[in-house]
Each structure stands twice: as structure tokens, then as C-alpha cells.
């Protein structure tokens, strides 16, 4: 034995017998002082003779004797600022694997105590300080001994292990850092550690070995924590593989080297989460090649053998929520449904049949949902997918049905519900984008070498008697025209207001009813005195009016008798309507009637001509009566506003043949306006209200806050348009941040309606802080909302803004 080596041998025994025996504070801190010394530097490159014996040698049995002696008393012998420095020192700067080990198996082999409590807390801080990583680096670098097989065996169950050593041993007691789901994910940065340095040294031109690396990804793959090592690992490893061949020699060997009967976990957790084939293809490299396994697992076992039903079932529960309906973009649900019908189409009967409970109760729940919804584009999505649903889960008459209009949207989606063949997804991209016109040629040239055919064979004789009977078709004979043909009436027209109120509150005559209603509104414009006398009346009969006989445009019909009482006698019939807006005993259908008619009216009176009717519905009757869903594209009604206001605010010295200068008439609306607007905005949170509009009727809501807007914006530079604007903007306020859609479209409908209506200077005046507000809420809009249509809607609000922006800016400074 060397001299060094002796020495140091001598000293670690007398320091043993000092720690076990001495009960001298100073004593016993000397002797871990003269021990501490062996250990050196913590990244000294070279150590020491002495520092190889002690850590080679003497290491592992000091940190045992360590353990034994640990109890209270004992380390009230240490000094309490030296504590750490003199006792955790040794475990945190010796070699990790020996330290791990020890504490490993001290926490193990003794019951609740302080011995225990300390180890834990030493084992806490080695993990947190990354000492797990140094370990595994070090096993790494000493790949080529031949008497480190049983330690790395040893090694591999005690790390992939430690969760369950730690539960079982610790029970309540255990520490939330050894918990699953913080340990692993702690353990994959460990491991992209290792192989952060392993990058190096092969930079530097060494070698290194990445088998302990793999065996240990393997054993905590196949242990079923997969995702949370690999959700730290492949993340980065795309990023480094993007354009450094190293890091991609790297990757192939991490998963080359994984041992066969554990292949199959990795692999698939690399699948699942690589972001494409080509990330994978970097990731995995030619393992197909190279690994029967992964080539089976690959080619094999998950197109013929597997099917993730996990995911068909995920996507019903996410199309099922409606949380999640709320909140999320269009697009995004169109995607969604798009990958159910997909994967539906790819499951066989047997396995429909074995999942159909599943399968029935996420439709169920998703179709509520989803007719539920205010927008009618989500409506038909929804009926769509449980359409095609239903199809794979039932057979015959039990089906499910909907009446919707089909269009491009819809029809893709059914066609994705019927299975593609191999050879359709093996298509190039080319043959995909052009295979309509592929077909009609390929039709097309069919048809060709068919009448060349038809042109080779001998021409057959036609039999006289054939040629006779085709000259008595009467085919050739000219249908008659009917279309100057009228319909016999049995009914006269009424041609009196009374009798018009008469037929349509005592007749159940289907043809006297569908009559009076056909002259209705040109009698009550016509007779506007008479009409006047029965007004109310009159608007109270048809409202109240049902198509009981299914007469055609019958809704039609009746609102234009509406719109006509309510022009010829403004305030009474306004009145009337605004107040049983609210009043009980009404229908949803009736409400909306109601809402209809005061924004027609208001469309008639705030035009120019007074005889001019409704038959051209302006843009926002149209956003009214057909919902902000329904507009292809929004944001070209809102182009048009604001280029007609730019336009009729823009002088020009030449614009082709001039004009004469439209001529100057009172606007009806003006003196009326009050009595449409204030009484539909002060009562809808009375308690005498019926239902609550916030919480119950989201549609109810929107449509209430459309109309508002819609009457704004017919109100323009009226004298009580800023009080009018005001009013609305502290009515949408509260419901600017709401869960449905359509109300939040109706926001942002009545935030542009009042920009355009009222003056800039009135704003400016009157809500310079409202505006201020309005801007920010605006931009959050623009960015965070879910709905396409309300960022495009904020963004044009924004637009609006800007003539403002400098006199803001002032405000704000």
C-alpha cells in the first residue's frame, strides 16, 4: 500500500472512531474538517491522490457513519451557524451516486425520526441542485468499466423508482418534490442535462456513451410516466435538431440504445408528441432500419393493431363543453368536428359497438350544447356532426335528422364521415388540388371513346313503323300559357280600417284573413286618420295575430301592417309597443316581432322621403333580422359605413356631371326618437321583468342590444343623440366582457353605431374618460377575443377612433 494511501486510510479511521465515540464539540469539528479537505474543490479538474482514496476507497462507508450517528443530541455537539457546512457539505459534494445510495437507504431502513427528517431534506436539496444530473453523467462517463454493470442496474430501479421507494416509506409524510408529477418532469431536464454536456464533449472530439441515459428512459417509459419526461425532452430537442447534425446523431442514439422490450413506450410517446412527421423524422432518424422492434411497432402494431380511442374521446368532451363553446373561435370548433367525423369514419362496427355508450352520451351532450348556441353557424355544426354520429351509432328510422340549408362547410363535413381508401391519402397534393378537373376529364374522354364505338359499329336500319310512332308524340305540342291566368276569389278586399280590425279579430275565412292582410298596410297609409282612431288597437290585433291557416308571407304581411300603424301614428303605438316589450305573457317570437318592427319604423321615419317604405333594408336591418353570424363578411358593411361617411364628408371640384343639391326636409324621427329608444333601455332590469336577460336569454339580450344600436345610428345628429349614445354606452358597459357571442357582437354593433351617430365634439365634451376606457377595451378585444367577427368588429371600431386620436392623446396627457 502506498504511503498516501495509508495516511489516508489512518485519518479516516481515527476521524470514524472521533465521530462515534467523542462527545468534544471541538473535537468532533475538526475531524470533519480534516475530512472535508479529501473532498477538494467540487469542480476541480485534477484531484488529488489523497482526494482519489478517500472518494474511491473511504467515501461511501464515512457518509454511513454519518447517517448512524445523526440524532439530536449529536448535533447539538455541532455548531448551529456550521451545521450545514459541516455535515449536508458531504453528501452535496462527494460523488453523486455514492451519496444518493446512502441517503436512499438510510431513509428506507429507519422508521419516523430526526435521522430520517434530515436524509429527506438532504435528498430534497440534492435534487433540487441538479446533483440527480451530475449522477447520471457520471455513470455515463464510466460506460467502459466492467465492474460498474451491477451498480448501474442498481442505479437504474433506485432513480426511475424513487416516487414509490419515497410513498411507501414516508406514507403522509411525503414531500411534494418526490410526487410523480414534480419528479419526472425534474428528472427529463436532468436528462436534457446530460445531454447538453454529452454535445459538448463530442464538440470537444471525445466520446461518450448514452446507454444509461436510454435504459433509464426506457424503465420510466414502460412505468407509464412517458408524458412527463418526454413533454421535457421533446420540446427542446426539436428546436436543437432543427440545423446541428450533432444534436441529431444524439437524438438517434438516445433511442437506438433503448433497450427492445421497452421500444415500444418511447416510440409511441414520441409519436404522440412530436409536433409532425418531420420532427419526428428528426428525432427518430433510420430506427426502422436499424430496430426490428421499432420497425414492427412502427409499420405494424399502430396502423393495424392500435387505435387511440383516448382521443376520439377527448375530442367528443371538448366538443361537448360549453364552456369550451364559448370561448373558443369558430375555426377552432369547425377543426374540432372535423377531426370527430374523421375518426369515427375510421372505427370499425365492432368497435362502435363496444364504445357506443360513450359515444351516444358525448353526442347527446355536444348536440345540446350546441343548439343551444345563438349563432346559427354553430347551430348547424352541431347538427352536422350529430348527424353523423348518429348514422354510425344507429341504424334504419332511428337516425337523426335536421332541417338545415346545406353549404360548402356542411357538405365537407358529411363527406369526411365516409372512409377513404389507402390510395386516396397516398395521392400526391397535386393530384388532390385538381381532382375535380382530373375527373370531368377522365369523364370526358370516357364519353369520347364511347361515341367512337357507337361511330365504329355498323349503323341498324330503323323500322318504318318506328319512325311512325314517333311522328304521333305529342311531345312537339305547345303547353298553353297559364301565366296571365288570376286566381278566383270568393272574398272582396276589405277597403275600410274598421274592416280590416273586424275580419282579423272574428273570421276564421283563411282567404278573407290572407286578403286583409294584403291590403292592410296601403289602407293604414292612405287613411291616415282612420287609422289613427283604431291605432293601438290595431297594432294590438296583429301582434297578437297566429298563422293558423299556414298563409303564405304571412310574417311578412303582418310586420309591414306594423311597420305602417306605427309610422301613421307615432308615439301612442310606440308607446304600446315598448311596454309590452316587457310585459308578461309574451312569447320570445313576439318579442323580437316587436323589436323588428320599432327598427323598421325607425328606418322609415329617419328617411328622407317619407313615402319611401322599408323595401331597401339597410345594412343594420339586415345585421338585426338576420344575426351577426349569419354576415359572410362583416366587415364590408362596416367598409361601407365608413366610406360613405368619408365620402359624403369630402368636397371635390369635379366629379363627373354634376348633381343637383338633394333638397332639404325634416327628419321625422327626430322629434320622436325618445319614445322608441329610452323606454327599451330603462326597464330591462325592472322585477316586474319576466325573465332575466343577462342570465337566461342570451339571444333575447343581443337582439335587444342590436335593435338599440340600430336605432342610434337612425338617430344621427338628432339633438338627443349624445344623450341617447350615453345612455347606450353605459347599458353595454356591464355585458362588454359576456359569455355569449352574439351579445358581445351587439356591444360592439352599439360602440360603432354611437361613433358614427353622434358629433366627435359632443364625445369629446360630454365622455372624454368613457372614450379613454372605450379605446383600451377595444384593443384588448381586437386581441384576446375568441370570435372572429368581434375582433374584426373592434378593429373597424378602432378605425373610427383614430379621427380622435390626437385630441385623446391630449386628454390623457
Not at 446512502?102 to 429507519?110: E, Q, S
Not at 369558430?330 to 359515444?359: F, G, R, W
Request: with cysteine; hydrophobic share 40%.
Amino acid at each position: 500500500m502506498e504511503p498516501e494511501n495509508l495516511e489516508v486510510r489512518c485519518l479516516v479511521k481515527q476521524a470514524i472512531i472521533t465521530l462515534s465515540s467523542s462527545r468534544d464539540s471541538a473535537e468532533i469539528t475538526r475531524s470533519l474538517r480534516s475530512m472535508k479537505q479529501y473532498l477538494g474543490e467540487p469542480e476541480s479538474p485534477a484531484p488529488s491522490p489523497k482526494s482519489e482514496e478517500f472518494v474511491n476507497t473511504h467515501y461511501s462507508h464515512f457518509l454511513r457513519v454519518l447517517t448512524s450517528n445523526l440524532s439530536a443530541d449529536w448535533l447539538l455537539l455541532l455548531p448551529i451557524d456550521q451545521e450545514k457546512e459541516l455535515f449536508d457539505y458531504f453528501f452535496l459534494n462527494g460523488p453523486p451516486h455514492q451519496a444518493y445510495l446512502v441517503l436512499l437507504d438510510t431513509i428506507t431502513a429507519t422508521s419516523p425520526s430526526l435521522r430520517q427528517e434530515r436524509c429527506v431534506q438532504i435528498l430534497e436539496q440534492f435534487l433540487r441542485e441538479g446533483r440527480m444530473a451530475l449522477l447520471i453523467w457520471e455513470v455515463c462517463l464510466k460506460h467502459s468499466s466492467p465492474h460498474t454493470a451491477s451498480l448501474r442496474e442498481t442505479l437504474l430501479n433506485k432513480i426511475s423508482a424513487l416516487p414509490d421507494h419515497m410513498a411507501n416509506k414516508l406514507e403522509k409524510n411525503n414531500r411534494a418534490i418526490f410526487y410523480p408529477k414534480d419528479y419526472y418532469p425534474l428528472l427529463g431536464q436532468d436528462m436534457l442535462s446530460v445531454l447538453e454536456r454529452t454535445c459538448e464533449r463530442l464538440k470537444g472530439g471525445m466520446d461518450c456513451s448514452l446507454s444509461f441515459v436510454s435504459q433509464l428512459l426506457g424503465k420510466v417509459c414502460v412505468q407509464g410516466h412517458t408524458d412527463a419526461v418526454l413533454q421535457m425532452l421533446v420540446p427542446r430537442l426539436t428546436v436543437l435538431t432543427q440545423s446541428d447534425c450533432i444534436w441529431q446523431r444524439i437524438c438517434w442514439r438516445l433511442v437506438e440504445n433503448v433497450p427492445e422490450r421497452w421500444m415500444e413506450n418511447v416510440v409511441s410517446g414520441l409519436v404522440r408528441l412530436a409536433a409532425g412527421p418531420e420532427v419526428l423524422s428528426r428525432l427518430l432518424g433510420s430506427i426502422v432500419l436499424k430496430n426490428k422492434k421499432a420497425e414492427f411497432v412502427l409499420t405494424h402494431k399502430f396502423l393495424l393493431l392500435q387505435y387511440q380511442h383516448k382521443v376520439l374521446k377527448k375530442l367528443l368532451e371538448t366538443w361537448g363543453n360549453s364552456s369550451a363553446l364559448r370561448h373558443t373561435p369558430i375555426e377552432q370548433q369547425l377543426y374540432i368536428s372535423k377531426a370527430i367525423v374523421i375518426s369515427l369514419a375510421q372505427l370499425t362496427n365492432s368497435q362502435v359497438q363496444e364504445h357506443k355508450a360513450e359515444l351516444l352520451s358525448g353526442m347527446m351532450t355536444g348536440m345540446e350544447c350546441h343548439l343551444d348556441s345563438n349563432l346559427t353557424r354553430v347551430r348547424q355544426l352541431g347538427m352536422v356532426v350529430a348527424e353523423c354520429l348518429s348514422a354510425r351509432l344507429n341504424s334504419g328510422d332511428h337516425r337523426l335528422k335536421f332541417q338545415y340549408v346545406e353549404d360548402d362547410e356542411s357538405r365537407e363535413l358529411q363527406s369526411l364521415s365516409t372512409p377513404r381508401p389507402l390510395s386516396s391519402w397516398e395521392a400526391p397534393p397535386q393530384q388532390h388540388r385538381d381532382g375535380g378537373s382530373q375527373i370531368e376529364s377522365r369523364q370526358n374522354a370516357a364519353e369520347g371513346r364511347q361515341k367512337m364505338a357507337e361511330s365504329r359499329q355498323p349503323v341498324q336500319r330503323v323500322p318504318d313503323t318506328e319512325s311512325e310512332s314517333e311522328l304521333d308524340s305529342d311531345d312537339e305540342l305547345i303547353p298553353y300559357d297559364l301565366s296571365i291566368d288570376t286566381e278566383l276569389q270568393r272574398s272582396r278586399a276589405p277597403v275600410y280600417i274598421n274592416d280590416c280590425v273586424e275580419v282579423l279579430m272574428t273570421s276564421a275565412d283563411p282567404e278573407r284573413i290572407e286578403i286583409t292582410l294584403k291590403v292592410v298596410e296601403n289602407l293604414v297609409r292612405k287613411n291616415p286618420t282612420a287609422s289613427r282612431e283604431v291605432s293601438v288597437q290595431f297594432a294590438k290585433i296583429l301582434l297578437h295575430l297566429e298563422d293558423k291557416f299556414n298563409i303564405t308571407g304571412f310574417v311578412g304581411l303582418r310586420q309591414r301592417g306594423l311597420v305602417a300603424i306605427t309610422v301613421t301614428d307615432i308615439i301612442p303605438v310606440t308607446q304600446y309597443l315598448t311596454s309590452e316589450f316587457y310585459a308578461v305573457n309574451y312569447s320570445l317570437s313576439q318579442r323580437l316581432d316587436i323589436l323588428d318592427v320599432l327598427a323598421l319604423a325607425a328606418q322609415e321615419l329617419s328617411q328622407p322621403d317619407s313615402s319611401q317604405k322599408t323595401a331597401n333594408e339597410s345594412p343594420f336591418i339586415e345585421l338585426l333580422r338576420k344575426g351577426a353570424s349569419d354576415l359572410h363578411d362583416p366587415s364590408q358593411q362596416w367598409k361601407k359605413i365608413i366610406k360613405e361617411r368619408i365620402e359624403n364628408k369630402t368636397r371635390r371640384f369635379a366629379k363627373g356631371t354634376s348633381r343637383p343639391e338633394p333638397k332639404a326636409v325634416p327628419n321625422r324621427l327626430s322629434s320622436v326618437a325618445g319614445h322608441f329608444f329610452f323606454p327599451l333601455i330603462k326597464n330591462y332590469d325592472r322585477p316586474q321583468t319576466p325573465f332575466d336577460f343577462l342570465a337566461e336569454q342570451p339571444l333575447m339580450m343581443g337582439r335587444l342590444i342590436h335593435t338599440l344600436a340600430i336605432l342610434m345610428y337612425f338617430s344621427v345628429n338628432i339633438p338627443i343623440a349624445i344623450h341617447m349614445g350615453k345612455a347606450l354606452l353605459d347599458f353595454i358597459w356591464a355585458v362588454r366582457y359576456h359569455r355569449d357571442t352574439y351579445v358581445r357582437q351587439g356591444t360592439l354593433f352599439a360602440v360603432s353605431s354611437v361613433l358614427l351617430s353622434v358629433p366627435s365634439h359632443l364625445l369629446l365634451t360630454e365622455v372624454p374618460d368613457e372614450l379613454l376606457e372605450l379605446r383600451f377595451w377595444l384593443a384588448d378585444v381586437a386581441e384576446n377575443d375568441p370570435d372572429e367577427v368581434c375582433r374584426g368588429s373592434a378593429l373597424q371600431s378602432l378605425l373610427l377612433l383614430e379621427n380622435f386620436k390626437k385630441k385623446l392623446g391630449d386628454i390623457k396627457e
